[in-house]
């Protein structure tokens, strides 16, 4: 226990939420949003404990335009990290805003315990363990199946 009564790594796990969703917030203003205005900001925390953060990138061919999620897990697996506990998702708007489905599959590419931090600019959040936004993902294990039923 710490000198005020805490348990020191609640403390040091409450130290590091808190730098993720911060993070998550300051990514917004790195977006790319001149079409939508509407900003995202993301921030994955790596096994490791390092925070990589991303933004949303649109392009005037739409498809082309990348979310601010898929932004931090690419710089992350480009960096070598491939296991992500948390990831904290920001938007201006006043509710909270979940990743849209690709982002979804996206991060539970990665492993189906992520937990994923909605965050709203007053740094409230709402979590939600990625396997309740995309339940029945498909997964490496159907490719696998696929495979051995050829």
Do not use: W
Not at 4 to 23: E, V, W
Not at 24 to 40: D, G, L, N, Q
Not at 131 to 150: C, D, G, N, Y
Request: proline share 3%; aromatic share 8%; hydrophobic share 35%.
């Amino acid at each position: 226990m710490s000198e005020n009564g805490q348990d020191s790594s609640n403390t040091h796990q409450d130290s590091i939420l808190l730098s993720l969703l911060q993070r998550s917030i300051k990514a917004k203003e790195y977006s790319h949003s001149p079409y939508s205005k509407f900003r995202v900001g993301a921030a994955l925390l790596t096994d490791t404990g390092e925070i990589i953060d991303g933004c949303n990138v649109e392009n005037a061919s739409y498809g082309l335009s990348i979310c601010a999620e898929r932004t931090a897990l690419v710089k992350a697996v480009s960096m070598g990290f491939k296991k992500f506990p948390a990831v904290a998702v920001s938007t201006d708007m006043e509710e909270f805003i979940a990743p849209c489905g690709a982002c979804r599959q996206f991060i539970s590419e990665f492993g189906s315990s992520c937990d994923v931090y909605l965050v709203k600019s007053d740094l409230s959040y709402k979590k939600i363990n990625i396997s309740e936004l995309l339940p029945l993902a498909f997964t490496s294990a159907e490719l696998e199946r696929a495979s051995i039923t050829k």
